[in-house]
């Protein structure tokens, strides 16, 4: 198999670890393995005591267990662990589909979500994710207008990564609707789930499809992201036995380490997620501000969910171009909107981090410095 870079983690791997302003990251703000195990007393001597050994290949009961109670409609033998959520990903792609399928996808969408597809040899269409004034939306009709005799799986990403969109119920529903009279599967990566700015709880796609399964996380919305720690819930159980014998050749098992302290996040999951929800709705406070100054440089809607939002800026020069030289020359790393293949001058802004407020004031001192503003 043959598959494309991955062009978000190549331009990832050249700045994340050695820029002081990281102004786009999509993972929460994380903590330590310290103050983690600090949210249960005893939490800290089990660690400590853990066994080292292999652990179940469809991950520790207890996990899946605490993964199962987001949902209204699972247990735990709806629920496989992954080694994060991109293994799960790379995997169901690779059970569920051959080269003579077609798949849509939403588009924006982080790049695994169509690639591995591409890489099989399906037909791959874009759902494009389209802005107005008042935001981000969709065309469920435009939806319906990409299905071919063909259509296997509909792959949606919500909260979205790039844009911040979410789907509401309603609209959700329409998609199922749609995707029950065409028989088609969807796949929803629901990795930013937790973090809804306008505070509506919305349903996972799981529990309201036969044919859904859902995908989850603890890098992102728990920004616990060096736990490795994904999932997939859904209710076709023929789908989890496939995707449990495709991990043998993946990953076995996941660590047993990160096992025991995704379990214990999951016991404290409306804390943990309250806490980054307000994280970022602080920094979206000031990033507020700060679009309002200039409003004919930026086209900026605020994410409905998740911890990043996708902003158009009008300049002549290349977006590529105008990225790297920022982060070159002030150390202030946003992620250019070719990184998507979206045609378009955005970039992709996060909100998740402790240091919002400084990387910001970096990011407007080089555009006061070069004139921009
Ligand atoms: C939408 C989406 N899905 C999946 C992933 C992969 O997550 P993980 O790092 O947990 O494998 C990411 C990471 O950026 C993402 O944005």
Known sequence: ?????????????????????????????SISINELLSY???????????????????????????????????????ILIHSGAQEAIFNFMNIFLNKEDHIITQYPIYQSLFEVAASIGCDTSKWMLRQNNE?????????????????????????NNPTGYTFKEEELLKIIEIAKKHNIYIFCDEVYKGLEVDNIKRPWLADLYQKGISLGVMSKSYGLAGLRI?????????????????????????????EFLATLALEYSDEILNKNLS???????????????????????????????????NIEEPINE??????????????PSNIYFYEGQYFRMGFSRDNFDISLKKFEEYLIEKKYV
Request: net charge positive.
């Open 322 to 335: 105008f990225c790297d030289k920022l982060v070159k020359e002030k150390g202030v790393l946003l992620l």
């Open 135 to 159: 935001g981000w939306y969709t065309d469920i009709e435009e939806l319906e207008n990409l299905i071919k005799p063909n259509t296997k799986l509909i792959v949606l990403n919500s909260p």
């Open 1 to 29: 198999m043959k598959i494309k870079d991955f062009e978000l983690e190549v331009f990832f791997t050249k700045y994340e670890f050695n820029i002081p302003y990281l102004l786009t990251q999509s993972d929460c703000q």
């Open 40 to 78: 249960r007393d005893g939490a800290k001597e089990e660690f400590l005591n853990l066994s080292l050994g292999y652990t179940e290949v469809c991950g520790a009961p207890k996990l899946r267990q605490m993964v199962s109670s987001l949902y209204t409609t699972m247990d735990e033998s709806n």
């Open 230 to 258: 994904g999932w997939v819930a859904t209710k076709d159980l023929d789908i989890l036995d496939k995707l449990t014998k495709m991990k043998h050749y993946t990953s076995i098992c996941s660590s047993a380490p990160s």
């Open 279 to 313: 994280l970022i709705k602080r920094n979206l406070k000031i990033a507020v501000q700060f679009f309002k100054k200039y409003p004919t440089l930026f086209k900026f809607n605020a994410p409905m969910a998740g911890p990043v939002g996708f902003i158009k800026m």
